[in-house]
C-alpha cells in the first residue's frame, strides 16, 4: 500500500483575544467558547522561582494558597470549592506564577469572591501547611534514590554553578526551616493587582464581566505594589569539570547531556528548534530512531530545551542499562555529527516541520487550555499572533539552516556529559 502524500498545513489566524481594562488599571484577556457552561478564570504575577528569597518560598506561597483565608477556615473552603464543583490550582517555575480558577459558569459568584479572598487573605492553615511540606518532603528524599532526579540536578549545576537561581534546588533541610512566614512575605509582596494580568476563558457573559470587575477590577488589592522589571542575569558559573560521574545503585544508569544555548528571543532560536527537534525532539527524531527503535538501547530518548529568564539549556536525557551507558553516549555523538556533516533530506526535515506545527495547531485549538498557551506568550513579552510568525519562521527553515545551527551550537565536544548510576 502507497503511504499517503504528506500535505503541509496550518493555520493563518489566532482565536480572538477581547482586552478590558478595569478601573485599577487590571487588564483581563476575554477567550469566549461556545458550547460550554464552563468558565476558567487565570491570574498570572510575574513574582516566580526567580525572585524568591529562599527555597521552596514560591512555590508553597502559591500553591497553599487554597488552604484557608481569614474568611474561610480551611474545612469550610473545602467544603465550599467542593459544594461548587470547582477546583484551583497553581503553577510557578522560571517565568511566573499563574493561580486559576475552573468553575460551572453558574457558580462564578460563590468563587470569585472566594478567590478574591484567598489572593488577598491567605492564612495558610497550619495543619495543611505541616502536612503538605512532610508529604513533600518524602517524595524528595524518594527522588534523592532516583538516578535521573540527581542526574538532572548535577546536570544543571554543572552547566549554571550550584548559586545560580536555576539551580536553586531544596535539600531535605529546607523542608524543615521553611516557615508559614516565608509564604506570607512572598504572597503579600508579589500577589497583588498592580502586578496581575487576567484571562478569563469559556461561557463569558457580560455578567461574569461584571463580576469580575466588581471583585478584582474597582480598586487596587493586595499588601504589595510589586511592578515587574526584567531582572539581572546572575553570574553564570560553570563547573570546570566536562565530564560528571556519580555512582548510585540500580541496575540503570541516567545520562544527562548538554549546553547553555541563546534565549528564545535570539534570531536563531526558532531554527535551533528545528534542529534540536529533529535530533531528539519527538517520537520519530534520529535519537529515538537510532538508540531505542534500531539499538533498543534504551526506552527513551529525548533532546529538549529548557528556558528560563536567562539562557535556554539544551538537555539530552536517557536511563539505559550500566553496561551500554559507553555505546549509547557513543551513538549520541554519531547523531551530533551526522547533523553537522550532512544535509538532512526534505522529506525528514518536511515531517519535522508538520509535527512542530501540528503541535502548535493541538495548543491553538478553542479549549480551556488556550490561555495558557496565550499566557506563555505574553510571559515571554510577544503579542498573541506571535505564533503565526513563529510557524512561519518554522517553514522557511532550510536544511541548510540546519547544519548551520548544529555546526554553530551542537559541538558535542564542547557539552557537559553527567552520567549517575553503577555503570563501569
Request: proline content about 3%; charged content about 25%.
Amino acid at each position: 500500500m502507497k503511504q499517503p502524500e504528506i500535505h503541509p498545513f496550518g493555520f493563518d489566524h489566532i482565536i480572538e483575544v477581547k482586552q478590558k481594562t478595569f478601573d485599577n488599571g487590571l487588564t483581563v484577556n476575554l477567550i469566549p467558547l461556545e458550547d460550554t457552561r464552563i468558565v476558567m478564570v487565570d491570574f498570572f504575577f510575574h513574582g516566580c522561582k526567580w525572585h524568591q528569597n529562599r527555597c521552596l518560598q514560591a512555590y508553597f506561597a502559591s500553591s497553599l494558597l487554597s488552604t484557608s483565608s481569614e474568611e474561610y477556615d480551611a474545612d469550610t473552603l473545602a467544603e465550599t470549592i467542593d459544594y461548587n464543583g470547582a477546583t484551583i490550582y497553581s503553577r510557578t517555575g522560571y517565568l511566573g506564577t499563574s493561580i486559576s480558577l475552573l468553575c460551572l459558569s453558574k457558580n462564578l459568584p460563590q468563587m470569585l469572591e472566594v478567590m478574591k479572598s484567598l489572593l488577598t487573605h491567605p492564612t495558610y492553615d497550619q495543619k495543611r501547611f505541616d502536612t503538605t511540606v512532610s508529604m513533600m518532603k518524602q517524595s524528595a528524599a524518594i527522588r534523592n534514590t532516583d538516578v535521573d532526579s540527581v542526574c538532572y540536578e548535577a546536570f544543571l549545576d554543572a552547566l549554571y554553578g550550584k548559586s545560580h537561581r536555576c539551580t536553586s534546588f531544596a535539600k531535605l533541610e529546607d523542608y524543615d526551616t521553611l516557615t508559614r512566614e516565608d509564604l506570607f512575605a512572598f504572597q503579600e509582596k508579589y500577589i497583588c493587582s498592580s502586578d496581575c494580568q487576567m484571562w478569563m476563558t469559556g461561557n463569558i457573559t457580560d455578567e461574569a464581566i461584571e463580576l469580575l470587575h466588581a471583585y478584582f477590577g474597582k480598586a487596587a488589592w493586595g499588601k504589595g505594589h510589586f511592578v515587574y522589571q526584567p531582572p539581572a542575569w546572575p553570574h553564570i558559573d560553570p563547573s570546570a569539570e566536562q565530564v560528571i560521574r556519580m555512582k548510585m545503585p540500580g541496575v540503570q544508569s541516567a545520562i544527562y547531556m548538554g549546553k547553555l544555548l541563546p534565549r528564545w528571543d535570539h534570531p536563531d532560536f526558532t531554527k535551533l528548534m528545528v534542529t534540536i527537534t529533529l535530533l531528539g525532539g519527538y517520537f520519530g527524531s534520529r535519537l529515538m530512531t537510532n538508540i531505542r527503535e534500531e539499538k533498543g538501547l534504551t526506552y527513551g530518548i529525548q533532546a529538549s530545551l529548557r528556558q528560563s529568564l536567562c539562557e535556554t539549556a539544551l538537555m539530552i536525557s536517557t536511563a539505559t542499562a550500566n553496561e551500554t551507558v559507553e555505546q549509547v553516549i557513543e551513538e549520541i555523538h554519531k547523531e551530533i555529527k551526522v547533523l553537522r556533516t550532512e544535509r538532512v533530506g526534505e522529506e525528514e526535515l518536511a515531517r519535522v516541520k508538520n509535527y512542530l506545527i501540528g503541535y502548535s495547531c493541538r495548543r491553538h485549538e478553542p479549549g480551556l487550555g488556550l490561555s495558557k498557551m496565550l499566557m506563555s506568550v505574553y510571559m515571554k513579552g510577544y503579542p498573541y499572533d506571535y505564533i503565526l510568525t513563529e510557524n512561519q519562521f518554522v517553514r522557511d527553515t532550510t536544511a541548510e539552516d540546519i547544519m548551520d545551527m548544529a555546526n554553530r551550537y551542537l559541538d558535542a565536544d564542547t557539552m557537559k556529559l553527567c552520567v549517575v548510576g553503577n555503570a563501569d
